[in-house]
């Protein structure tokens, strides 16, 4: 049986609390949040679990194996600290930490402590993206050429990140796991209402060694909801939109060949286009949170790295860090060994 | 009855053909192509007019009053320099020319001759643009915010210019049409396939007095073919979707209010959305390139300064040069009043 | 304090006791279940509920003012009998009975009980169908022309019901409300799967007074998932479709005007076409069941005539039984005042 | 060289024209039209044709090997009657006749005259619907359990015909195409115009030996445009969508089994659900009627059969007639064999 510790009952932990009650196994034995009205919606939810507002007392009892951490990301580092110096294996919401020092510090306090970390980059555990990620790695779409990703809707306007920190993770998460390397540079551009400081729209450009280029569209002020990502190969390309209730990841067999002239015409190419069937792929329909708590929890009890462990959180930081340094700089590039 | 010569019997020229051999009061008297199989067909079409191979006999016929150019963007500004030096109107096809210089030339000579220039920018005289630039002018969108515009395909990959000098003219145009004045800065990435040194797709960032950006998504080498722009104002936000058969724009009224918290809490925001009806206004169905004909015959026949005139081609050049620059300068921020 | 008892926790009924249990002055006093596993899934979300096997039980504790039952159609009569000779208000989920001389009996024991019968007609409570309710009272659509509902997906087979008992209550009862008479024959049409004798794919075909048409395409084995209705009047016609996140409901400014040509041209006719705008307007998102659920307590409370009362649901009843005689007799013609 | 008539040149005719212009080997000769105008709109597009205004001139031109019949329907027999006399072969716009006797008759003709007709079912010839042809054939479908179709929008209101005429030999060509055998019954409900006795609005349902229905909702005053055709086989579901740019036919890996529970129960049933992947196949993009009319070219040189033959004619013509005579008696079901 293990003993899971919830911090923050706020947009998210609600979500967390549901589907760590429901595995096998598994005790949600505190939650802990220091707002008076939220702790009490977690006392009515869960009669069995004590209701903290002081994360110490959660983070000192033994009877919790592992804190799941859903609490605004400027406190993300010094609970999972705390957490992890007590003992605890941790769970984090996304992003990881406010910055990449951060992260590697948590990173370093772990590996003394012998813990694990994993960061909540839940559409790593979805039907779509694990299918995605099959098609991929078994050559099917051929070399990438690109990615370009759109995720933007009349969203929630945060009030301690703006659109990067808020939507960027997922749309690079997905990226890095597809790509399974990091960029070389980012460089982003932004724009902040007239009343804010925050960006409420960006975007976000990565170059990786040998072409590949991933783009990113986050924009909190759209009139409609899209949630749109290309995957272009030498191949296939992909389609995934995650707005359709059903078919959300189409294959397209199209592509182009292109091939120059003879020497005569230097400038001369030939472009031949290729037009297969396109196929929607069956996807498994379980709940992603489901899975990546099950997975989560085999992990702790088995000792294994996650999935999504902190160097993958680690990773999506300094991409989002390089993209704040870059619209701060308006626009340049960063070279993201820099960061 | 006014007299138009065309050059250029290949991808667009039979289009401007068949618009202008339908006007009032116009004769198609002359066409040239270089290529003898375009020129066949040309002479099987328009039995009426003379075919030439020859472009400088079309420009020097006594009939032709004003000549249209449908040919490569290398060869516009040796065209249309000859033309107006022989005392002709002229319409260009988009771009209106390779460089900035150039275009200045041109507009230089045709002051000199007292001749007319119009750049083809067809999709200024859609019913949808017209629509949303009535919509700007009377404030019911509100100040401009950001537009976001898409276009990408699996497209015709062209000999001679990249994915920027193909699709760009198009959606910079319309922002320009508009927005009504000149971007501060142009910012833009892209990539070539690895078997040429042409930018197959490319992004565009642009940077306006007063916190306004504009957005451009353009691609060659997508699986589906995508032509949407959106544009926020203060009031409401449109959606020009060019793929939809019918209701190609959608007006949402849809928006945010965000007010600042008192001087104690500083970083407290509260946003205030709106959301009302939305309304896809009815759009004129004619045919652009009929209406913009008709325009050119009246510019033409009323000495007057056409829709899509030479200032504005100008425009659009200096903003796609400008993005070259960028591209060629690993995405560096270049200012437009230094080109 | 209204004391509900709810009979019923298999697919529908859990959605009640959700919504009831929030309802301020409004107790879930117990639920009943014969199935064993789901009364201990009942016990486990309701603490505060007593759980009993036993209807009458239920049906006999002064603790209850109103029974909602939501078990398979057959029960309802002998069920709501009890309940309501027992001074019990009742809430029956759709289709309020088997038959139509049991919906009689119902409403004969409610008045001579004095107590309050409502049907779960949840469409009729959704922003959606209320704003069509309000367009088209208004006049702004005109005088209704036809009505053609379709209402597929690959979908739960019923056991004791077919797909008419299943899906046709809703788009009977939404035409019923647009429209407020009685249609004056039935006609239907079905097909059985071959190993079963219950209809999984249906049409309805309604005829009204003065020309108006109703037809509603049923269907558990499709492929895609569509709910779609048109509904036409004399000025505006409307698109409500379900599957739409936002947007269910357009107005479309179309229409004809037919004149016919002098006597001398008998067979001439003229036709104009219509087309306008099209409005979306802004719809109220609250969950149809909650607003359902207010209204049923406050119908209790007040002694009020709900608007989804037993009328309404022998209408819908009586369409349905009619409909089944009508595919039971090879598709004729049925006429309603004979059912 | 084969010599071609065409008659009528209204709405249909000049796209027979211009397909019979570019085929090889094959010469449009004459073309007749009653109507002034269009004769010479016909002249202007084709000053190599004959332009009469007489059909008996056309139909005894020597030169003329097949005539192919643009015109109202009504005036289908006595032309084609005309020209299988004068030795030519007739290829008829749809519907064939006005009644099926008109169309036994005709066949009858061609048969004593060695004639060929054919009748232009022009969706027989699309790659999308010579795809489904292809799935059906192979059993890869499974055994058909229903088609059900969706032709609507707000059309032209036609002079000379009701809806039925007007769109409802697309509809049951493709059926009988995919089907290949006559329905048992038909039955037919419909709406007409308070200012026509025409049927704007129509519904069809058609049962085969075997279980099999097909039902076809046609509208002529629809707000939106729809043509959606559900195929459903025992193995797969097919949706065939005409207003998809691309992706036009979608095959469904979807289906039930149903398995009946043992004898003590003798009402339950087990139902299992099959989701598989979705596969829009590659469509041939060529043009329909260039197809056909190569098609019909070939079957005049080699005298063969073709595919869309005046039996199939008949065939489309028959179930229209019995839907006609279903509406005209208030929708009763009408056996085909007695049409």
């Not at 598994?26 to 002081?54: F, H, R, T």
């Not at 010094?78 to 294996?89: N, R, S």
Request: hydrophobic letters at 40%; a negative charge.
């Amino acid at each position: 049986m293990i003993g899971i510790g919830l911090v923050g009952y706020g947009y998210w932990g609600p979500n967390l609390a549901r589907n760590f009650s429901r595995q096998p196994d598994c005790s949600l034995v505190a939650i802990c949040d220091s707002d008076a009205k939220k702790a009490e919606q977690a006392a009515l939810a869960y009669p069995g679990a004590e209701i903290v507002d002081d994360f110490e007392k959660l983070a000192r009892n033994p009877g919790i194996d592992a804190v799941a951490i859903a609490t605004p990301v400027s406190s993300h580092y010094p609970l999972a600290k705390l957490a992890l110096e007590e003992g605890k294996d941790v769970l984090l919401e996304k992003p990881f930490t406010r910055t990449s020092n951060e992260a590697r510090e948590l990173i370093d306090i772990a590996r003394k402590n012998g813990r694990i970390i994993a960061v909540d980059h839940t559409f790593l555990y979805t039907g779509a993206v694990r299918k995605m990620k099959e098609l991929v790695d078994s050559g099917e779409i051929g070399d990438l050429i690109y990615i370009d990703s759109v995720r933007v809707n009349l969203g929630l306007f945060q009030q301690d990140v703006n659109v990067i920190y808020d939507l960027a993770p997922h749309d690079i998460s997905i990226a890095q796991f597809l790509i399974g390397r990091d960029p070389v540079s980012v460089q982003a551009v932004g724009a902040c209402h007239e009343d804010s400081d925050m960006e409420y729209l960006a975007y976000i450009h990565l170059e990786y060694e040998g072409g590949l280029q991933a783009h990113f569209h986050m924009n909190w002020l759209s009139p409609v909801k899209v949630r749109r990502t290309m995957i272009a190969g030498g191949n296939k390309m992909i389609v995934y939109d995650d707005m359709e209730p059903s078919e959300k990841v189409k294959v397209y067999d199209k592509g182009i060949d292109i091939r120059r002239g003879d020497s005569m015409s230097l400038y001369k190419i030939y472009v031949d286009y290729r037009t297969g069937d396109m196929v929607a792929p069956k996807i498994e329909q379980k709940e992603a949170l489901a899975l990546e708590a099950e997975h989560f929890l085999d992990c702790v009890r088995d000792r294994k790295t996650p999935l999504t462990d902190a160097r993958q959180g680690l990773s999506v930081v300094r991409i989002i860090e390089a993209a704040q340094i870059s619209i701060d700089n308006g626009g340049k590039k960063v070279n993201l060994e820099n960061v």
